[in-house]
Structure formats: structure tokens, C-alpha cells
């Protein structure tokens, strides 16, 4: 899918920051912002899709990271982040291990 509401920006060590427009696993129609840190722009698609996200690509530059964005992904450990709602700047960042964790199957009651 191709993404609007995506972007980067080139950090001046040569590194970028990729910012994403996605729909939130489990088809709830929200969306979320997801930032990735990388080598390279190829290489920070390649992150997403090693974690299940195969279908994304990058076309444009329509909403490029801002610098509160850049920050946040630059100060995690993993370099991979995620918000629900990327317009409250009140809302934490969160690991992208949140966004993927698989749901907790219901339990079948004994009938």
C-alpha cells in the first residue's frame, strides 16, 4: 500500500528518520504514526516488513518526521516507535512491540 501522510528527513549524520501513516492492526479504521530510524530509507521499510508489515512503501514526501517526532524515535532504544493519535502531543510514544502484540484469544468457556 502505497502511504499518504508519510515522510523523512535526513539526519545530518547520513542516517533518516521515516514517519508513517498506518492502519492500526486488527482493522479498528484508526490510524497511527509509526517513526523508524535507519540507515536508509529501503532499510527502514525492510524493519516494518521483518515485522509483519509487508505491503508498505514510501512515495513522496508529503508529512515528513517533525522535530518532536525525530526526537522521540532518536531517544529509543529500538529506534521504532508508535502514537495512536499523532495530532495530541499528550499522548506517549510506545514500542512497536505494543502495536503488534498479538491479541489474547478468548477462552472457551466448558459447556
Known amino acids: 500500500m502505497t502511504l499518504t501522510g508519510s515522510g523523512f528527513i535526513r539526519l545530518p549524520g547520513g542516517s533518516v528518520v521515516v514517519a508513517l501513516s498506518l492502519p492500526r492492526p486488527g482493522g479498528s479504521g484508526h490510524r497511527v504514526?509509526?517513526?523508524v530510524h535507519a540507515a536508509n530509507r529501503p532499510r527502514a521499510l525492510t524493519r516494518l516488513r521483518n515485522l509483519g508489515l509487508r505491503a508498505v512503501y514510501l512515495r513522496g514526501n508529503t508529512e515528513p518526521p517533525t522535530p518532536d517526532e525525530v526526537t522521540?524515535?532518536?531517544?529509543h532504544p529500538d529506534g521504532l516507535v508508535w502514537r495512536?493519535?499523532?495530532?495530541?502531543?499528550t499522548e506517549s510514544w510506545h514500542p512497536i512491540r505494543a502495536l503488534l502484540?498479538?491479541?489474547v484469544p478468548e477462552?472457551?468457556?466448558p459447556s
Open 101 to 103: 502484540r498479538p491479541s
Open 84 to 89: 495512536g493519535a499523532p495530532e495530541d502531543d
Open 72 to 75: 522521540a524515535v532518536l531517544h
Open 107 to 109: 477462552q472457551l468457556s
Open 33 to 35: 504514526r509509526v517513526l
